[in-house]
């Protein structure tokens, strides 16, 4: 995926897998930020502010309670 905002760009690809392993791979400037950072940070945020709110409006989660 690759988009444009404020004259920011930004490109993104995603693979889907059944592991629990996550590679994460971050680049800023063309530097490899081997760290992640607060973008890395940001953006596991986000995208679980998605996922979260789709299931929740779909159904999906089921509400657990200990």
Request: hydrophobic share 40%; net charge positive; no cysteine.
């Given at each position: 995926m690759e988009g444009s905002r404020d004259n920011v760009?930004?490109?993104?690809a995603m693979q889907y897998n059944t592991a629990y392993n996550e590679n994460v791979h971050s680049y800023v400037?063309?530097?490899n930020t081997i760290e992640g950072g607060t973008h890395v940070?940001?953006?596991?945020?986000?995208?679980?502010?998605?996922?979260?709110?789709?299931?929740?409006?779909n159904n999906l989660l089921r509400k657990n309670k200990f």
């Open positions: 760009i930004v490109e993104i400037n063309n530097i940070a940001g953006f596991r945020r986000a995208l679980t502010r998605i996922f979260k709110s789709y299931g929740e409006k």
